[in-house]
């Protein structure tokens, strides 16, 4: 009772930090400042962030608190439904008059919007025409209510220019992922944007195997040590001077390197991320910026986004969450089983104990093996399949290569006698 008692305990507490970072993020960067918005005005126009940087999609909230529908034109069939203002020295410049003029085969779609509703904007076609310089802009949109024109501008948002670490994190890892990623797709037949995530996910996840190894094993290896790291916790308790320099001794006389974990996994943190923005975003036009000249002229609108039933550009839904928290949640036991059956052959370790370090090691086994899998699976809910997919595939290939791993550490060790 206790055990399952410390276990809730636990649990709750890792879930109310996470939900705690969520209503954080959300407060300082979701809430948007509607100070300079007509008083008068029931249709409200907000960028979904105050600043982005050059390259990223420039996207708006447009909520419509009319007690009727409206109606938004495509400025490529309206001209003049929309404006695109860049503000300089308390002025207003109109950068988009010829924009739109002619679209040469880009569109901004049109919608309705229902009352009480609201819907995400965004021109993905003329993203890099229009937002290409650093500055503050604003959209001035045309609304048709019945007979009536309603012209609402929105909240300005700040465009900046890309950091140097950003611009090598591009150039590094984005432009590579994304045109590998364009290629794949383009090449496979029916141009399947799943099967193109799946190829490019295990590439990646080759191109990482050595270092993810050394990783695993080094987990492993200080999984190993714990029952002998709660043996000296019991000698040297009382004494940390010693307690940290035969934590040391033991360390070195066993070859285990304690950041040894660590390291291969900042190596390979940033290929992570750069695979799942690149996912996450998609084959959009907005991002052509990223192409190498030979791929310059891919027709990115022959994607096909249908995966097994899925829509690749829409949240996943909830059988695909459960199914990615299932195999991250094998992964994660499948990093601890080993240990724990060698505990069970050992009988002559001593007895774990809660407050020494093992014991305190099998609490945060025990909470990141429910939790991890729980909010990758909240995670998967909240963006495009195609993360979805892209997880899967990854969490699949380092349950094999887990399992290698254990393999490898659980056959016995054979000892050489000299003749």
Same mark, same amino acid.
């Given at each position: 009772?206790?055990?399952?008692?410390? $276990?809730?305990?636990?649990?709750?507490?890792?879930?109310?930090? #996470?939900?705690? =970072? +969520?209503?954080? /993020?959300?407060?300082?960067?979701?809430?948007?400042?509607?100070?300079?918005?007509?008083?008068?005005?029931?249709?409200? !126009?907000?960028?979904?962030?105050?600043?982005?940087?050059?390259?990223?999609?420039?996207? #708006?909230?447009? &909520?419509?608190?009319?007690?009727?529908?409206?109606?938004?034109?495509?400025?490529?069939?309206?001209?003049?439904?929309?404006?695109?203002?860049?503000?300089?020295?308390?002025?207003?410049?109109? !950068?988009?008059?010829?924009?739109? &003029?002619?679209?040469?085969?880009?569109?901004?779609?049109?919608?309705?919007?229902?009352?009480?509703?609201?819907?995400?904007?965004?021109?993905?076609?003329?993203?890099?025409?229009?937002?290409?310089?650093?500055?503050?802009?604003?959209?001035?949109?045309?609304?048709?209510?019945?007979?009536?024109?309603?012209?609402?501008?929105?909240?300005?948002?700040? +465009?900046?220019?890309?950091?140097?670490?950003?611009?090598? #994190?591009?150039?590094?890892?984005?432009?590579?992922?994304?045109? +590998?990623?364009? #290629?794949?797709?383009?090449?496979?037949?029916?141009?399947?944007?799943?099967?193109?995530?799946?190829?490019?996910?295990?590439?990646?996840?080759?191109?990482?195997?050595?270092?993810?190894?050394?990783?695993?094993?080094?987990?492993? &290896?200080?999984?190993?040590?714990?029952?002998?790291?709660? &043996?000296?916790?019991?000698?040297?308790?009382?004494? *940390?001077?010693?307690?940290?320099?035969?934590?040391?001794?033991?360390?070195?006389?066993?070859?285990?390197?304690?950041?040894?974990?660590?390291?291969?996994?900042?190596?390979?943190?940033?290929?992570?991320?750069?695979?799942?923005?690149? =996912?996450?975003?998609?084959?959009?036009?907005?991002?052509?910026?990223?192409?190498?000249?030979? *791929?310059?002229?891919?027709?990115?609108? =022959?994607?096909?986004?249908?995966?097994?039933?899925?829509?690749?550009?829409?949240?996943?839904? /909830?059988?695909?969450?459960?199914?990615?928290?299932?195999? *991250?949640?094998?992964?994660?036991?499948?990093? $601890?089983?080993?240990?724990?059956?060698?505990?069970?052959?050992?009988?002559?370790?001593?007895?774990?104990?809660?407050?020494?370090?093992?014991?305190?090691?099998?609490?945060?086994?025990?909470?990141?093996?429910?939790?991890?899998?729980?909010?990758?699976?909240?995670?998967?809910?909240?963006?495009?399949?195609?993360?979805?997919?892209?997880?899967?595939?990854?969490?699949? $290939?380092? /349950?094999?290569?887990?399992?290698?791993?254990?393999?490898?550490?659980?056959?016995?060790?054979?000892?050489?006698?000299?003749?």
């Amino acid at each position: 009772m206790n055990k399952f008692k410390d $276990f809730i305990k636990s649990f709750l507490i890792w879930f109310a930090i #996470f939900y705690l =970072v +969520i209503l954080g /993020i959300e407060k300082f960067f979701g809430k948007k400042d509607q100070s300079h918005l007509p008083s008068e005005s029931q249709v409200i !126009i907000t960028p979904i962030k105050k600043s982005m940087v050059i390259g990223n999609l420039i996207a #708006f909230k447009v &909520e419509n608190k009319l007690d009727e529908k409206i109606t938004f034109p495509s400025p490529c069939e309206n001209p003049g439904s929309l404006k695109v203002l860049r503000l300089a020295n308390d002025n207003q410049f109109n !950068i988009s008059e010829n924009a739109f &003029e002619n679209c040469n085969g880009k569109s901004v779609s049109s919608f309705e919007l229902e009352p009480g509703s609201k819907i995400t904007f965004g021109m993905k076609d003329f993203n890099l025409d229009l937002f290409s310089e650093p500055g503050k802009y604003q959209l001035e949109m045309n609304f048709e209510q019945e007979e009536n024109i309603e012209t609402v501008l929105s909240l300005p948002i700040e +465009i900046k220019s890309p950091g140097v670490f950003r611009q090598l #994190f591009r150039a590094i890892i984005s432009k590579p992922l994304f045109n +590998i990623l364009v #290629f794949l797709t383009n090449k496979l037949p029916g141009h399947p944007f799943g099967w193109a995530i799946i190829i490019l996910t295990i590439l990646v996840r080759i191109a990482l195997f050595v270092p993810n190894q050394k990783s695993m094993r080094s987990q492993r &290896e200080m999984q190993k040590l714990q029952p002998k790291l709660e &043996e000296l916790k019991q000698q040297y308790g009382k004494n *940390q001077q010693m307690m940290a320099m035969k934590t040391m001794e033991l360390y070195k006389t066993h070859k285990i390197n304690p950041m040894g974990s660590c390291l291969p996994i900042m190596f390979q943190m940033p290929f992570l991320l750069g695979i799942y923005y690149i =996912v996450r975003d998609g084959l959009s036009p907005h991002l052509n910026y990223l192409l190498y000249s030979f *791929q310059q002229g891919v027709d990115l609108s =022959v994607v096909n986004s249908a995966f097994f039933g899925l829509n690749l550009d829409y949240n996943g839904p /909830i059988v695909l969450a459960v199914l990615v928290g299932l195999m *991250q949640w094998i992964a994660i036991k499948l990093s $601890f089983i080993s240990a724990k059956k060698r505990a069970n052959k050992n009988s002559d370790k001593p007895v774990v104990k809660k407050d020494g370090p093992a014991g305190q090691m099998q609490q945060m086994n025990k909470v990141m093996l429910w939790m991890m899998p729980i909010m990758i699976a909240m995670f998967v809910t909240s963006f495009p399949a195609g993360v979805g997919i892209y997880w899967l595939t990854s969490t699949i $290939f380092g /349950i094999f290569q887990q399992r290698l791993v254990n393999w490898q550490l659980d056959q016995p060790q054979v000892v050489r006698k000299e003749s």
